[in-house]
Structure formats: C-alpha cells, structure tokens
Nanobody
Framework: QRRLVESGGGSAQAGGSLRLSCVGF???????MGWFRQTPGKEREGVAA????????FYADSVRGRFTISRDNARTTLYLQMDSLKPEDTAMYYC???????????????????WGQGTQVTVSS
C-alpha cells in the first residue's frame, strides 16, 4: 500500500530555516495536499496546503509569510520551506493527502484520509 514519508525535520535556532519533504504522492485524486503539526496535548493544526486543481495555496495565519509550500514537477513530492523559525513552531510535522471530495478548505486535518508518520521539528531560542 502506498504511503507518505516525511523527512527533513530536526533542530534549528530561532530565525533559522528547515525544509521538509514528503514523498509518496501520485494518487489518482489529490484534492488537497497539506502539512500539519501537533504538539503534546494539543489538537493537530493545519500549517499549509495546496489545492492542485486550481493551484491555490492555504496558510495558517501563524506561518504566512514565513513558510512556503510547493511540489516538484513530477507532483510526487511535497515540500515545506520554513524560514524565520520561532520556538512556537516546535512540533511534530505531518504531511497528508485528501483523495476525496473537496470539503471547503484544505487546512482542516479531519478531512484528510492518508497521512505520513511525522517528522519532529525543534526550534530553540
């Protein structure tokens, strides 16, 4: 069974950068492709997403202007470029794909049906 695999997580200083990658896309229907994050005791939140059919991107207010979501030309890899990192960006980051009908937004984690295992990002001050 095809699955998603994240990489690129690690540690960074505040103000630094990291680039996350997620491979394993290539589903017949990629309604939305996104990055999410979660810290212990909190709900998973949407960080950035793409709706490929209309080339639209979505960003959480907390990361807009600092993070950039993109795909490779083959459309099988999803990236998240994270710049100007802050300690509050520390979390487990997950990539996901929604292969079902569009739910009205691509930032709602509950709508996604296929997930990666996650990669940890730690930002120190």
């Amino acid at each position: 069974q095809r699955r998603l695999v994240e990489s690129g997580g690690g540690s960074a200083q505040a103000g630094g950068s990291l680039r996350l990658s997620c491979v394993g896309f290539g589903y017949t229907y990629n309604t939305c492709m996104g990055w999410f994050r979660q810290t212990p005791g909190k709900e998973r939140e949407g960080v950035a997403a793409i709706r490929p059919s209309i080339a639209t991107t979505f960003y959480a207010d907390s990361v807009r202007g600092r993070f950039t979501i993109s795909r490779d030309n083959a459309r099988t890899t999803l990236y998240l470029q994270m710049d100007s990192l802050k300690p509050e960006d520390t979390a487990m980051y997950y990539c996901a794909v929604l292969t079902e009908a569009y739910p009205g937004t691509c930032l709602q984690p509950g709508s996604y049906n296929i997930w990666g295992q996650g990669t940890q990002v730690t930002v120190s001050s």
